[in-house]
């Protein structure tokens, strides 16, 4: 499954190639105890698949099945199908 990523710090957007089905990233994504650690630069602490940097020419950017809005715990959510998912340790504010 690939997913549009949106990286709220630094303002960048990358997509993320995963070897897995939406169904183990549901799973993966809603046990999480936090973001934190994919936050910055998640070409470098995504656990699996291959993330690429769209570059900031990019004209288009690609409508995938999959969102991640990647920012703090309180308001990063990863979105497929427009069905949306927040992980364990979402704080709502």
Same mark, same amino acid.
């Given at each position: ?13 990358? %997509? ?7 169904? @183990?990233?549901? +799973?993966?994504?809603?046990? &999480? ?17 291959? %993330? ?7 004209? @288009?950017?690609? +409508?995938?099945?999959?969102? &991640? ?25």
């Amino acid at each position: 499954m690939e997913f549009l990523i949106e990286e709220e710090y630094g303002y960048r957007y990358w %997509v993320w190639k995963t070897n897995k089905t939406h169904a @183990e990233m549901i +799973e993966w994504w809603t046990k &999480l105890e936090s973001v934190n650690p994919f936050f910055f630069n998640p070409s470098q602490t995504l656990p699996f698949g291959e %993330v690429s940097l769209l570059s900031e020419d990019c004209m @288009e950017i690609p +409508e995938l099945r999959g969102y &991640l809005h990647l920012h703090e715990d309180d308001d990063s959510f990863m979105q497929i199908d427009r069905e949306r998912f927040h992980h364990k340790g979402y704080i709502s504010l």
